[in-house]
């Protein structure tokens, strides 16, 4: 068995890996100013995708350009949730070249997608192969999923994206199947996180205290899986929030898949409590002027609500922004993070609101990483999808694993 690297290597973005130039395993795009892609344009039989975050399912409707029709495989909320990004990717840039694909591209995949439980295996034919593959809960979106591929001599493990503890919204993964070769995240090598109940009480302190002051609490959130994921902590703690952008969509939308939700229950609760914002009759110019909290897109602010509510509540040290993601170097929410400002409408502009982060990531540490491993202490180790891969297969290597961080472009024979 033979990968190839095509994005998501020794970088966090536009993951895509080639099996035996037939088989497809993601194919995202790395969030930036324009997009980038993977960086070539393959032309795989079939194609396996983990979960339905941009990075990892962001350029799937590329794939069915022209004549091409290759298999899709995902689970259900992957399904729905790839269909979702791919909308708001053409809302942005659907006029331009950025855009790799159209309307109809997306239409298109309903006539090739086929959609599976966790645990059941299926044959998946390309290149004259019958790859049996089977997908495992990998605990960090609802559908989210390890990729065991069992090829004719080598059984390859697809970590995607994971994480090893507990959310409100799914569990962490238990699933370790026997592979001969893993090719792994590393987005948290270098991160220990925080007791996640102690950060959700901190949270929602500063919720509470800012509201009670008399400020509002702005939470920029990602669509997928944080938004969600704020709803039931805030309603854990009693908190109402505003929720605003695609995690209104997406919140519909996971709830048509309970069985990939840890309670579907405490998310249905969730739900009634929040309100959700509608942008009509200068609704976001009210709140913004009223001591609430408001969980809105993007997590990095690079674009949608959340640029309706930063300009009225930036000048006053009552409000507060709570980011609750990983910003990556360059966004906008890396700038404000670190050096207290933001570009609005052109300008840039000093924030006198508080700003505070949180760690709500739903990828593993380096302690869970390092657990997850120990399951393959005999099996190759690639490293991939951070920014110190190099480094961590270094360290894995001083503790006896077989392990690599591969180059983009590259090819391994396994």
């Known amino acids: 068995m033979e990968v190839e690297f ?31 892609y993977p960086v070539r344009d393959p032309e795989p039989d079939a194609v396996v995708v983990s979960h ?4 990892h399912a962001g350029a799937v409707p590329a794939l069915l350009k022209g004549d091409r029709r290759p298999a899709i495989h995902w689970t259900p909320p992957t399904a729905d949730l790839t ?6 990717t053409l809302k942005l840039h659907g ?3 950025l855009c790799p694909f159209s309307e109809e591209h997306v239409a298109r995949l309903g006539e090739v997608e ?5 645990g059941e295996p299926f044959v998946v034919e390309a290149g004259g192969i019958d790859y049996e593959v089977t997908l495992f809960d990998a605990g960090h979106i609802p559908g989210s999923a390890h990729v065991l591929i069992e090829g004719p001599d080598t059984r390859l493990l697809y970590t995607g994206d994971f994480h090893t503890d507990d959310q409100r919204l799914v569990s962490g993964t238990t699933a370790r199947p026997d592979a001969d070769a893993v090719i792994c995240e590393s987005t948290y090598a270098d991160v220990s996180h925080e007791d996640r109940r102690a950060v959700e009480d901190r949270w929602a302190e500063s919720v509470k205290t800012t509201t009670w002051e008399g400020g509002a609490v702005v939470a920029p959130a990602f669509a997928i899986g944080r938004t969600q994921e704020l709803m039931l902590v805030a309603d854990a703690n009693d908190l109402t929030p505003y929720v605003d952008g695609m995690g209104t969509e997406v919140t519909r939308l996971v709830r048509q898949s309970p069985e990939f939700l840890r309670d ?3 998310l249905r609760r969730a739900k009634g409590a929040a309100r959700f914002v509608t942008g009509r009759d200068g609704q976001r110019e009210r709140i913004a002027g009223d001591n609430e909290l408001i969980i809105t897109t993007s997590g990095m602010l690079a674009g949608g609500p959340v640029h309706s509510y930063l300009p009225k509540i930036r000048g006053s040290p009552t409000n507060a922004v709570t980011l609750t993601g990983y910003q990556v170097e360059g966004t906008p929410g890396r700038e404000l993070q670190e050096h207290g400002r933001l570009a609005i409408n052109g300008q ?3 924030v006198s609101a508080r700003v505070e982060s949180y760690d709500f990531s739903a990828h593993a540490d380096r302690e869970g990483l390092e657990s997850f491993l120990d399951s393959y202490r005999g099996a190759r180790v690639l490293v991939n999808h951070g ?3 190099e480094a961590f297969a270094e360290d894995l290597r001083a503790d006896g694993y077989d392990a690599s961080a591969p180059e983009i472009g590259e090819r391994t024979e396994l």
């Open 83 to 88: 269909r979702t990004l791919a909308r708001d």
């Open 95 to 97: 006029n331009s070249p």
């Open 348 to 350: 840039v502009r000093p």
């Open 387 to 389: 920014d110190r891969c």
């Open 264 to 266: 579907p229950e405490a």
């Open 52 to 55: 339905g975050h941009l990075d």
């Open 114 to 118: 086929a959609r599976h439980a966790y």
């Open 6 to 36: 095509l994005g998501g290597a020794r970088e966090v973005g536009r993951s895509a890996v080639l099996v035996d130039d037939a088989l497809l395993l993601d194919y995202g795009l790395l969030t930036a100013d324009p997009p980038r």
